[in-house]
């Protein structure tokens, strides 16, 4: 008797409309009587896939605006979801511009040169905490051009800057030119990581291709170390730092679509 296993059958998935998944859930009861445990087990997780939808009716993808994800990050550090949103929703009531709407009304979050007009004291009043100087000087640098960095350079350059100061350790130093702090070993690292995803992003439909991605995080980190950022091995830091350059990632290629 041959007893080598047989290779698995594998059928098409179907593309359903959830009133044709709830048909095709019904007639499983029938075919369970006959087939046994394996439609039982597809009937059990296909039921689970429909309760999940059902629960998240109404979520949608966010596709955060590039400036706002820059920042909500800045605020992010050690702060819950809820604490988030209501710092978000200050700044934006503060210093966004206000629609009008049949509705109602709605305050939007605030341009780089909007929030710019904010002091330091002004941050600091909406209960920023250290957080305040980071935005600040994030808006300043954004509104002067100073600093020599795309936007998307800057992006990483920020996302480099908080973690450094989150985990509390040393990486270059921090100078004034022209009344601008600058950290030229940050600056040079965010240069080399946008160099990196440049690369990476001229294979099409790159987002979506495991493979590009798992060697663009490899790639990332090899680049991380080889730079001594941080200068000990921390996976945690290498979790944020990816973390953010696939959302940054992400936000760019729906906004060039």
Same mark, same amino acid.
């Given at each position: 008797?041959?007893?080598?296993?047989? &290779?698995?059958?594998?059928?098409?998935?179907?593309? !359903?409309?959830?009133?044709?998944?709830?048909?095709? !859930?019904?007639?499983?009861?029938?075919?369970?009587?006959?087939?046994?445990?394996?439609?039982?087990?597809?009937?059990?997780?296909?039921?689970?896939?429909?309760?999940?939808?059902?629960?998240?009716?109404?979520?949608?993808? @966010?596709?955060?605006?590039?400036?706002?994800? /820059? $920042?909500?990050?800045?605020?992010? %550090? %050690?702060?819950?979801?809820?604490?988030?949103?209501?710092?978000?929703?200050?700044?934006?009531?503060?210093?966004?511009?206000?629609?009008?709407?049949?509705?109602?009304?709605?305050?939007?979050?605030?341009?780089?040169?909007?929030?710019?007009?904010?002091? !330091?004291?002004?941050? @600091?009043? !909406?209960?920023?905490?250290?957080?305040?100087?980071? /935005?600040?000087?994030?808006?300043?640098?954004?509104?002067?051009?100073?600093?020599?960095?795309?936007?998307?350079?800057?992006?990483?350059?920020?996302?480099?800057?908080?973690?450094?100061?989150?985990?509390?350790?040393?990486?270059?130093?921090?100078? /004034?030119?022209?009344?601008?702090?600058?950290?030229?070993?940050?600056?040079?690292?965010?240069?080399?990581?946008?160099?990196?995803?440049?690369?990476?992003?001229?294979?099409?439909?790159?987002?979506?291709?495991?493979? #590009?991605?798992?060697? @663009?995080?490899?790639?990332?980190?090899?680049?991380?170390?080889?730079?001594?950022?941080?200068? %000990?091995?921390? &996976?945690?830091?290498?979790?944020? #730092?990816?973390?953010? #350059?696939?959302? $940054?990632?992400?936000?760019?290629?729906?906004?060039?679509?």
């Amino acid at each position: 008797m041959d007893k080598r296993r047989k &290779p698995a059958i594998r059928e098409p998935r179907p593309h !359903l409309t959830m009133e044709e998944m709830r048909s095709y !859930l019904t007639s499983l009861k029938e075919i369970e009587s006959v087939t046994g445990i394996r439609y039982i087990k597809l009937h059990v997780t296909a039921k689970m896939i429909i309760g999940i939808r059902e629960a998240g009716r109404g979520i949608r993808i @966010l596709r955060q605006d590039l400036w706002e994800m /820059i $920042i909500t990050f800045i605020i992010s %550090q %050690q702060k819950t979801i809820p604490a988030i949103r209501a710092l978000v929703e200050a700044l934006s009531e503060k210093y966004g511009t206000r629609y009008e709407l049949s509705s109602g009304y709605y305050y939007a979050f605030p341009t780089p040169e909007e929030l710019n007009h904010a002091s !330091l004291d002004d941050l @600091l009043a !909406l209960k920023l905490g250290y957080r305040a100087k980071y /935005i600040k000087r994030t808006c300043e640098d954004i509104c002067s051009g100073k600093i020599g960095l795309t936007f998307e350079e800057k992006a990483f350059y920020d996302i480099l800057m908080a973690l450094r100061d989150e985990y509390n350790f040393e990486y270059g130093k921090d100078k /004034i030119v022209d009344d601008i702090s600058v950290n030229e070993k940050c600056s040079s690292l965010a240069r080399k990581i946008k160099e990196i995803i440049d690369a990476k992003s001229s294979f099409a439909d790159w987002l979506n291709n495991q493979n #590009v991605r798992d060697q @663009l995080k490899f790639d990332i980190k090899v680049c991380l170390i080889k730079n001594g950022y941080p200068p %000990q091995y921390s &996976p945690e830091v290498f979790r944020k #730092v990816m973390e953010q #350059v696939e959302n $940054i990632e992400e936000h760019s290629s729906i906004s060039g679509m």
